[in-house]
């Protein structure tokens, strides 16, 4: 029972972050309505809820690069390819974007001259970071309505006699 | 320590992907973009016909954007954005949702195949 009731608490966990890191890419992927400022460092802020979701999920990624030459089904062996796709296009759109930086390092005292081919990578890679993430998100889609009736959308007279019966 | 051992993991593939973009910049290909009339405006090499030129086209762009309202600045740029997220997001949905169907098929007719061939 116990274990049920930590599992339950991993799904919650992993929604909050999820939900919450698709609100940041919302915003950090329109700098016309933020401004340059507030994308650059929110762009900064990003990398940390993205390292807790690789390591939240890091049991997954090691099983999965250990069976890549054993037979893997097909959703498990895309889902594994556009993860890494997914990865190296937010490092490079990280980094150029740092390259780029017309804010947040110039605060730091830090000068930049903005190169051509930085910021034509940055443009590329944060438009292909968004169809990523489309097709990253419909992936689990499953998952996300599931977890979002389950804990969202369930009433809460229903949900509280769940908990407590858990405990016990 | 397993977390600290992750994150060490994790940094250090970025910084491999980093190393190859670095690669990729001293590139010809690279180079190729530096020269476009796009890197003229930091070489500061202009003449002064293209100088007048990229004045005309900031003051143009600069009235626009000041025509342009702030609500419609905040619009445009999350049309952009559920444009290049939902599209693709609903094309793997389909994919995905008829791949299933396919091999749902597939099993199910394997299944009647074995008790005729049984018989």
Do not use: C
């Not at chain 1, 698709?22 to 990003?46: D, K, N, R, Y």
């Not at chain 1, 895309?78 to 296009?89: E, M, P, S």
């Not at chain 2, 977390?3 to 970025?14: D, E, M």
């Not at chain 2, 000041?66 to 954005?81: H, I, P, Q």
């Amino acid at each position: 029972m116990n274990q049920k009731r930590k599992k339950l608490s991993d799904t919650k966990k992993n929604l909050l972050l999820d939900i919450g890191l698709f609100f940041l890419v919302l915003l950090v992927s329109a700098p016309q309505a933020t401004g340059l400022a507030i994308h650059e460092w929110l762009s900064i802020a990003f990398t940390v809820p993205i390292i807790v979701h690789l390591l939240w999920h890091w049991q997954w990624i090691v099983k999965v690069i250990k069976r890549l030459f054993s037979k893997l089904p097909g959703e498990t062996r895309f889902n594994l390819i556009l993860n890494l796709l997914l990865f190296v296009d937010v490092v490079l759109a990280s980094f150029s974007g740092i390259v780029i930086s017309e804010a947040a390092l110039p605060a730091m005292g830090i000068t930049v001259i903005i190169d051509p081919f930085w910021a034509m990578l940055h443009d590329l890679t944060g438009n292909l970071f968004l169809v990523l993430t489309g097709v990253h998100i419909a992936m689990h889609w499953k998952w996300v309505m599931n977890a979002l009736k389950r804990y969202v959308w369930q009433r809460p007279s229903t949900a509280k006699p769940a908990v407590v019966t858990g405990g016990q | 320590m397993n977390t600290i051992k992750q994150t060490i993991v994790i940094s250090l593939a970025a910084a491999l992907i980093v190393l190859a973009g670095l690669w990729l910049a001293e590139t010809d290909w690279a180079d190729s973009f530096r020269t476009t009339p796009a890197g003229f405006a930091t070489e500061g090499t202009t003449s002064s016909d293209e100088a007048f030129a990229n004045e005309a086209f900031v003051q143009e762009n600069g009235e626009n954007r000041g025509d342009m309202s702030a609500v419609t600045r905040y619009l445009s740029s999350f049309v952009k954005e559920a444009f290049l997220m939902v599209i693709p997001g609903l094309l793997t949905i389909g994919i995905l949702q008829l791949t299933k169907r396919s091999t749902r098929r597939r099993k199910k007719t394997k299944r009647q195949q074995l008790p005729e061939a049984a018989s």
